[in-house]
């Protein structure tokens, strides 16, 4: 017993952790009360598009750049994009592709729910519709024409001009069954409008009597890279994005910087750099700088010894280097020492000359006494 539990265990683990969730009734019926009663056309081209969650994200933004197109004008227009046929198909009524825009959990779920568990997402329309229609509040119309088919409920345009208009789900549906916990979705109300669409606009129609959609033709518009949409059972098709390679003009090509090399500051200064009189510059600048800095040193010693032998005229020439050793400065300093030493002998002989006149050994004192001593005697 013991081995029995572990191996359920260890198949517990490795089981995938994204495993297709699978909805309740009670969920499906919220998922689809805001679609349920429109036109089978859009209903099946709702369905299929579900499954295009970026796709609809992107036709949404394409929609809302070119709000002046709609119908199949606006399906036209976006021939050229890479989408789906049933998300394209969804351009012609912009105010329904806004609203599933703005519903993106609702989306995801929609569209995983039609991949899972088409058969009851088929089933539950009709329940939908068989409550709306005990309500009072499914009937034919002018533009829209509602007739029973066998036991299904088919809601068809009556032209070739197509009305998507919005409904309150508590209204249309009465008092929801489901309690609190599965509230149906309820969009922004918008303003129907007529569009009108080409024969053959609506390339897919539920099989309600198959519980499936059934593709009936090619789609009217549709991109020549996407895979062919062939009549039968709709099949999803796997999306594969690929990253179409763009060529830069040379003119808008920067450097690639590493987030790792510090940048130097505007001042030329580095914060991590061992030297803080300049920044040194990367081994391929060195490479190309080195004669230049040669040159410059040279320069520098043949100043140095010009100033040496202007200096030597006036005296003494001394150079002072920086702290680092690179390049020197001179300064010269006039000698005076001429000068000097020649006032430093006339003041020595003045001394002389007073200290002789003291003890009488002047030349011209010591004459004068002589005389004066030999006249005496």
């Known amino acids: 017993m013991k081995f029995v539990l572990a191996v359920l265990a260890a198949l517990a683990i490795c089981a995938p952790a994204q495993a297709q969730k699978a909805y309740s009734q009670p969920e499906l019926d919220a998922l689809l009360a805001p679609i349920a009663l429109q036109p089978d056309g859009v209903v099946s081209q709702v369905l299929?598009?579900?499954?295009?969650?970026?796709?609809?994200?992107?036709?949404?933004?394409?929609?809302?750049?070119?709000?002046?197109?709609?119908?199949?004008?606006?399906?036209?227009?976006?021939?050229p994009e890479p989408w789906d046929p049933s998300v394209k198909a969804l351009l012609a009524f912009p105010d329904l592709l806004a609203r599933m825009d703005e519903s993106p959990q609702w989306l995801h779920d929609l569209g995983e729910a039609f991949l899972g568990q088409q058969a009851q997402v088929m089933d539950t329309v009709q329940g939908l519709r068989r409550r709306a229609q005990a309500n009072g509040q499914l009937v034919t119309t002018n533009d829209t024409a509602v007739y029973q088919q066998g036991e299904a409920i088919v809601v068809q345009p009556r032209a070739e001009v197509v009305y998507?208009?919005?409904?309150?789900?508590?209204?249309?549906?009465?008092?929801?069954?489901?309690?609190?916990?599965y509230r149906p979705v309820v969009w922004r109300p918008w303003t129907p409008y007529p569009v009108?669409?080409?024969?053959?606009?609506?390339?897919?129609?539920?099989?309600?009597?198959?519980?499936y959609v059934r593709v009936i033709h090619r789609?009217?518009?549709?991109?020549?890279?996407?895979?062919?949409?062939?009549?039968?059972?709709?099949?999803?098709?796997?999306?594969?994005?690929?990253?179409?390679?763009?060529?830069?003009?040379?003119?808008?090509r920067r450097p690639i910087?590493?987030?790792?090399?510090?940048?130097?500051?505007?001042?030329?200064?580095?914060?991590?750099?061992?030297?803080?009189?300049?920044?040194?510059?990367?081994?391929?600048?060195?490479?190309?700088?080195?004669?230049?800095?040669?040159?410059?040193?040279?320069?520098?010693?043949?100043?140095?010894?010009?100033?040496?032998?202007?200096?030597?005229?006036?005296?003494?020439?001394a150079a002072v280097g920086d702290a680092d050793g690179v390049g020197a400065r001179a300064r010269r300093v006039r000698a005076g020492g001429g000068c000097r030493?020649?006032?430093r002998a006339v003041h020595r002989s003045a001394l002389r000359s007073r200290a002789q006149h003291a003890r009488g050994a002047h030349p011209r004192a010591g004459g004068r006494g002589a005389a004066a001593r030999a006249g005496a005697r």
Not at 49 to 68: I, K, L
Not at 176 to 181: E, Q, T
Not at 196 to 202: A, D, E, S, T, Y
Not at 233 to 251: G, L
Request: hydrophobic share 40%; net charge positive; glycine share 4%.
């Open 341 to 343: 030493r020649r006032r």
């Open 257 to 317: 910087v590493q987030s790792h090399q510090p940048m130097p500051a505007a001042n030329g200064w580095s914060n991590q750099s061992p030297r803080r009189d300049a920044v040194r510059p990367p081994a391929q600048a060195q490479q190309h700088t080195q004669p230049q800095q040669q040159a410059v040193a040279v320069n520098d010693h043949m100043q140095l010894a010009r100033q040496a032998a202007a200096g030597a005229s006036y005296g003494l020439v």
């Open 48 to 79: 299929m598009a579900a499954t295009y969650p970026e796709d609809v994200a992107a036709a949404a933004a394409w929609s809302r750049a070119n709000a002046h197109l709609r119908g199949d004008a606006a399906v036209r227009a976006a021939e």
């Open 164 to 181: 998507v208009r919005y409904y309150d789900p508590y209204i249309v549906y009465g008092p929801w069954w489901w309690g609190p916990y």
């Open 219 to 252: 789609p009217v518009y549709a991109h020549r890279y996407v895979a062919p949409v062939v009549p039968g059972r709709w099949e999803h098709r796997a999306v594969t994005t690929t990253r179409a390679y763009v060529r830069v003009p040379e003119s808008q």
């Open 196 to 211: 009108v669409v080409v024969r053959g606009f609506f390339y897919s129609q539920p099989d309600w009597h198959h519980h």
